[in-house]
């Protein structure tokens, strides 16, 4: 096995936060087919404010509390409180569990990995979910042994999703790159020229933290954090990730190098984890969270 196959091979290991658990079976009984597993991902999450005030749509405020929960394992025992049907049934609204893009990302690799699928979750920005934004969103990534690649796929989106910027459908099954930028990508760019401005996690958020430079910075740690298999929670924070409004000169100079590694899909995974061993970088085995809207953080030791 040549180390492109080695590197390819890692991301059919689930991690600590893909791991299906006891839930194996439930997981194992589905189609093996990328694109069958994005579908049901897609039906198993609803989205904490994408479709305005979750009480509106039948759900008691308690559960928002959902969209804290870290680990596939725990989601999957949710959505089997919540209709112990098979995976791929239709489920009702308040069948869904209550939570975000980061949680249909972490359930279609979950998925995919049981079934031997190279798999991984990229955080970045999307240009396809509100127009003249680009917006703080978590899709997949998947091998496609056929065409010798990796390939975006959105497990959010049923298909025949429709770019509110121009009508037209979306790929959700290979992403164009130039529509969701991987957050190496959307670094590059802001230093290259674009505006940082439009680079937010909501146009209606105006905390500072979550819009520019600082949330660019935040989405290339994610990033690194996904691609060495930490499938981390998007309010989560550790190393250079805080509610700063500022970046110094010295985290620019680093992001510049991080993004340079990271922009390429094909970079070697010894690369990459050898990025991830950085003090500041890695995740440490306690680290803090800030659970929105309130955004306060709490301390959080991980398993």
């Known amino acids: 096995m040549n180390s492109t196959e080695l590197d390819i091979s890692w991301y059919t290991t689930q991690s600590t936060f893909t791991d299906p658990g006891t839930f194996a079976k439930w997981v194992a009984a589905l189609d093996a087919d990328p694109a069958a597993l994005r579908e049901v991902a897609a039906g198993l999450v609803f989205h904490f404010w994408g479709n305005g005030d979750i009480t509106e749509h039948g759900f008691t405020p308690q559960r928002r509390e959902e969209i804290d929960l870290r680990y596939a394992e725990d989601i999957f025992a949710r959505l089997r409180d919540l209709n112990p049907a098979p995976l791929n049934a239709e489920r009702a609204p308040t069948e869904r569990v209550v939570g975000c893009c980061r949680d249909c990302t972490l359930l279609f690799v979950a998925m995919a990995r049981q079934h031997g699928i190279p798999a991984r979750s990229r955080t970045g920005f999307a240009t396809y979910l509100m127009p003249g934004w680009a917006v703080d969103h978590t899709i997949a990534e998947v091998w496609d042994a056929g065409q010798r ?94 509610l700063a409004t500022e970046i110094e000169a010295e985290a620019i100079t680093e992001m510049d190098a991080l993004s340079d590694l990271l922009r390429d899909p094909t970079t070697e995974t010894d690369r990459i984890r050898r990025a991830f061993d950085d003090g500041a970088l890695r995740v440490p085995a306690v680290i803090h969270t800030a659970t929105p809207p309130a955004g306060v953080p709490r301390p959080i030791t991980l398993r």
């Open 149 to 242: 690649r990796w390939r975006l796929m959105d497990p959010q989106f049923a298909l025949g999703y429709r770019d509110p910027t121009d009508g037209a459908p979306l790929d959700v099954l290979d992403v164009p790159r130039d529509r969701f930028l991987v957050a190496a990508d959307a670094w590059t760019r802001c230093r290259n020229g674009s505006d940082p401005a439009r680079f937010v996690v909501s146009p209606d958020q105006p905390a500072p933290f979550l819009r520019g430079w600082p949330y660019l910075l935040h989405n290339l740690v994610l990033d690194l954090a996904a691609l060495n298999k930490h499938e981390m929670i998007l309010w989560d924070l550790w190393g250079p990730l805080d």
